[in-house]
T-cell receptor, first 116, second 114 residues
Framework: GAGVSQSPSNKVTEKGKDVELRCDPI?????LYWYRQSLGQGLEFLIY????????KSGLPSDRFSAERTGGSVSTLTIQRTQQEDSAVYLC??????????????FGPGTRLTVT | GDSVTQMEGPVTLSEEAFLTINCTYT??????LFWYVQYPGEGLQLLLK?????DKGSNKGFEATYRKETTSFHLEKGSVQVSDSAVYFC?????????????FGKGTKLSVKP
């Protein structure tokens, strides 16, 4: 079946502009995660949505970052007033979820964001 | 907080050589442990996992054993191939509640020469 998809695949923006990154998880997956991959910081967790629970936003680096998940499916990560240090590959992942089991997270291809 | 430490690369080996990539972790409780691989130009994909102490994960000739006493999850392969060239990430996950995100090591780049 279809995997996790992300759009756009590449985004170049000017410093100070807002950007929106989209993630379509695997159908039926209740958990959705955003991560960031950059040369200096490696792979960092940003935010986690689990079913109808309040999202875990503990990884967001500043209040310029926000995310929402509509209808328990598609998610949008928004970065306001972008800075050069926001340049990275933004990865989305989804998984089944359980209070007692650990399920594989399936990753999308990522969105490469370049802030000029 | 929870963390993962893995050996820094890059690692360069000849084909058919033995591979070990060390990974240790710090976590409270009993996390699940994973190795993810990122081939050139491709996305992250799960290589293997282990969910409790003494479990051995294996896939594509790679193995790793969950060692609680040494808090380690070292990745091994007896005979690497050129096609194994990739970046390997060790990760842990505390599942349940709102703690399902993965915590990754910095990654180890492996290059295998013919």
């Amino acid at each position: 079946g279809a995997g996790v998809s992300q759009s756009p695949s590449n985004k170049v923006t000017e410093k100070g502009k807002d950007v929106e990154l989209r993630c379509d998880p695997i159908s039926g997956h209740t958990a959705l995660y955003w991560y960031r991959q950059s040369l200096g910081q490696g792979l960092e967790f940003l935010i986690y949505f689990q079913g109808n629970s309040a999202p875990d936003k503990s990884g967001l680096p500043s209040d310029r970052f926000s995310a929402e998940r509509t209808g328990g499916s598609v998610s949008t990560l928004t970065i306001q007033r972008t800075q050069q240090e926001d340049s990275a590959v933004y990865l989305c992942a989804s998984s089944l979820e359980s209070q007692t089991s650990s399920y594989e997270q399936y990753f999308g291809p990522g969105t490469r964001l370049t802030v000029t | 907080g929870d963390s993962v430490t893995q050996m820094e690369g890059p690692v360069t080996l000849s084909e058919e050589a033995f591979l070990t990539i060390n990974c240790t972790y710090t976590a409270t409780g009993y996390p699940s442990l994973f190795w993810y691989v990122q081939y050139p130009g491709e996305g992250l994909q799960l290589l293997l996992k282990a969910t409790k102490a003494d479990d051995k994960g294996s896939n594509k000739g790679f193995e790793a054993t969950y060692r609680k006493e040494t808090t380690s999850f070292h990745l091994e392969k007896g005979s690497v191939q050129v096609s194994d060239s990739a970046v390997y990430f060790c990760a842990l996950q505390r599942y349940g509640g709102s703690q399902g995100n993965l915590i990754f090591g910095k990654g180890t780049k492996l290059s295998v020469k013919p």
